[in-house]
């Protein structure tokens, strides 16, 4: 994407800015989360904690692990690559091999790798971290967020999944880390022209982003519950537009 690169053009420099007029995040984080429209509404609770705890956006972005239970259910599931080669390694290539060809003995290495691996073998890891563009984590709040400029649509698969949403992969594997902190997700993207409005296609991905379909393909390993629980943590989408307005912030 170059000199387009959402990371760079947009997601650094606005946060670096809030941060830089706020490191605290208590005069902006608590109006950033309310921009977001098209999702379900964010319920916060009045002696919520907004004071920054951890961060990360570019260059350093947060990374998250993918939960166990979703690696476990890929082992036992096995399947073909969306793209791409099995692996670069021959010998991990071979197992992986196996492994699509249902043999009984490659799952159940694989399932006990999951739980004992003293010499790091990864062939049987079929998704790794995920890295939301902003994370932020307060006392009672963890944010993810995905910024788009100039991607028409969001990531809705992986290499091992044919449905798996970007931004319910990132709400997926911040649940597991939460404990006891309310969860938000959202988008922030480009709109169209000067416009602060949302484009009517991101307000239709809003809306797909937690669809029965969509929590049902990108949450095999949730059960019912857990997988309306992620859902309600989405709150919609914004635009970089509507951002630099209400906090006064000039790009170039």
Not at 49 to 64: A, H, N, V
Not at 76 to 97: E, W
Not at 166 to 181: F, N, P, S, V
Request: one cysteine or more; glycine letters at 8%; charged letters at 25%.
């Amino acid at each position: 994407m170059g000199e387009l690169d959402s990371t760079k053009t947009r997601v650094a420099p606005v946060f670096d800015q809030l941060h830089k007029g706020d490191s605290s995040g208590c005069s902006w984080v608590p109006q950033l989360i309310k921009l977001p429209i098209a999702g379900n509404t964010a319920s916060i609770k009045p002696e919520c904690q907004f004071f920054i705890k951890d961060r990360g956006w570019y260059p350093k972005e947060k990374k998250l692990n993918p939960p166990v239970a979703l690696l476990s259910w890929l082992i036992r599931h096995p399947r073909k690559p969306i793209s791409g080669i099995l692996s670069s390694d021959p010998i991990k290539a071979k197992k992986r091999l196996q492994w699509i060809e249902n043999s009984h003995e490659a799952i159940i290495e694989g399932l006990s790798l999951l739980r004992q691996n003293p010499e790091g073998d990864d062939w049987h890891i079929f998704e790794g971290q995920t890295q939301p563009d902003v994370f932020i984590e307060t006392d009672d709040l963890i944010i993810v967020i995905e910024g788009k400029r100039t991607e028409r649509e969001p990531t809705i698969r992986t290499k091992w999944m044919h449905e798996r949403n970007q931004m319910i992969r990132h709400l997926d594997c911040a649940w597991e880390i939460r404990g006891r902190k309310q969860l938000l997700g959202f988008f922030i993207v480009q709109g169209n022209g000067l416009s602060a409005d949302i484009p009517s296609q991101w307000k239709a991905f809003s809306a797909a982003t937690v669809s029965n379909a969509t929590i049902a393909s990108s949450l095999p390993h949730r059960g019912p519950e857990e997988q309306q629980g992620i859902a309600s943590c989405f709150i919609g989408v914004t635009t970089w537009q509507r951002v630099r307005q209400e906090f006064g912030i000039e790009l170039d």
